[in-house]
DNA sequence: GGCATTAACTTGCGTTTTGCAAGTGGAAAA
DNA sequence: TTTTCCACTTGCAAAACGCAAGTTAATGCC
């Protein structure tokens, strides 16, 4: 992982991109704090199932690295930590969308989410600019 | 790999779509296809340089599996094969794009690859729709 | 026909990353 | 003061990756 990526640098925007978020689990993580607002390290653990900790704890830190999120202490809860993504971060609303849409209608086996799916179909810029501008509950 | 991922069929479109490139070679693999037209293992292979070869032959299998590439022998050449974009494959063309787009913003350190960034810039639709129709080179 | 070549993989094997479970450290609630 | 909560680490086995070398089958050339 990290910038070790062979084409992260080669100058192809699909492989810094890559370098990000191509892994399993990276976009999950940005989609839940884009659309579900959840914004800290346990919630992100339990919010679905599947996740390891050590694994999370690593792709946090390279979102970190790479621009993505940024992590502040909660200052309402002293012990706690509170990630929020970045505007770089919140600029991936638009491809978020597009996988949202593309799935939409290859998952035929689909039956969760729709929700989400439903909301990019009907408005898709709401969608997305409310992403980008942070307004999540 | 594989459909394996806890979350491919969790209902989640982005889990689903990561379940089918959510890695660090998949994209850059349609991206050769439905942007540079290349459609042979040999082509592929030395595109660019480094993916191994024993990663790209899972990889196009796993494409093929989940119904992204199409494998055929060359009519015209019959120890050849050729792989192409299935329409499930070249809808990921606006995925692509907003992925283009997304990196043209923040890879400052780009070099090369600016003629797709630009023609995505240029006429974002037609970039869409050539690759949609299979119109490449 | 025989031999070198090409295309597309496969196999071995050492390294890296992942996943699961258990443990740590510090703040704070009881 | 003991327990709980939060955010991680650490250990270790299993899976995935990356490199190099080998395999199979179809040509190409003589």
Redo the contacts with the bound molecule.
């Keep these: ?2 910038a ?1 990526n062979a084409n992260y640098n080669s100058g192809c925007p699909i492989a810094y991109a890559l370098g990000i978020f191509g ?3 990276s976009l999950l993580i940005v989609r839940d704090m884009a659309v579900k607002g959840v914004n ?3 919630e992100l653990l339990n919010g679905w199932e ?6 999370l ?2 792709r ?1 830190k390279h979102l970190e690295e790479t621009g993505i999120v940024t ?1 502040k202490r ?1 200052p309402e ?5 509170v990630y929020e993504l970045t505007q770089k971060g919140r600029d991936l609303a638009p491809v978020i969308a597009e996988i949202v849409l593309w799935s939409g209608k290859y998952n035929t086996a689909d039956h969760a989410m729709t929700g989400t799916l439903d909301k990019v179909r009907m408005d898709r810029k709401q969608f997305e600019d409310s992403i980008r501008k942070g307004d999540v509950p």
Tied chains: 1, 2.
Excluded: P
């Design positions: 992982m990290k070790k892994d399993q689990w800290t390290y346990s599947g996740i390891s900790t050590n694994i704890a690593q946090l992590k909660d809860n002293w012990r706690s930590f």
